[in-house]
Nanobody, 125 residues
Framework: QVQLVESGGGLVQAGGSLTLSCAAS????????LGWFRQAPGKKREFVGA????????AYADSVKGRFTITRDNAKNTVYVQMNNLKVGDTAVYYC??????????????????WGHGTQVTVSS
C-alpha cells in the first residue's frame, strides 16, 4: 500500500532554514510527481509546491517561490523541501502527497489521493 512519511519538522527562528523529508513506499516512485501542502491553524490546507517524477518540472506557490526548493532522490524514494528565509507565516503542518494518476504535476488538492500524516513546522519571531 502507498505510504508517505514526513519528517524534519521543528521549531526555527524567523530567517532560518529547515529541510523536510518525505519517505515513500508502495508504488513506482519515479512515475509520480509529489507535492507538498501545508495547513496553518484555522486555515485551509494550501499548496506549497510539487515536483515531477523525473525532477525536471516543478510548481510553487507564490508565497514560497524563491525561498522553498523541492528536490527528490529517486534512489531513496524520498522527496525533500528545503525551506529558507522562513517567516512566522510559514508556521503550519506540512504534508507530503501523491497524485492519483501517474505523470501528473498539479496544484489541485483534489487530484492528490494519498497523504502523509504531516510534520509540524513552527517559526518563531
Amino acid at each position: 500500500q502507498v505510504q508517505l512519511v514526513e519528517s524534519g519538522g521543528g521549531l526555527v527562528q524567523a530567517g532560518g532554514s529547515l529541510t523536510l523529508s518525505c519517505a515513500a513506499s508502495g508504488f513506482t516512485f519515479n512515475n509520480y510527481a509529489l507535492g507538498w501542502f501545508r495547513q496553518a491553524p484555522g486555515k485551509k490546507r494550501e499548496f506549497v509546491g510539487a515536483l515531477s517524477g523525473g525532477g525536471s518540472s516543478s510548481a510553487y506557490a507564490d508565497s514560497v517561490k524563491g525561498r522553498f526548493t523541492i528536490t527528490r532522490d529517486n534512489a531513496k524514494n524520498t522527496v525533500y523541501v528545503q525551506m529558507n528565509n522562513l517567516k512566522v507565516g510559514d508556521t503550519a503542518v506540512y504534508y507530503c502527497a501523491r497524485p492519483r494518476v501517474e505523470y501528473t504535476l498539479t496544484r489541485s488538492q483534489s487530484r492528490y489521493g494519498y497523504w502523509g500524516h504531516g510534520t509540524q513546522v513552527t517559526v518563531s519571531s
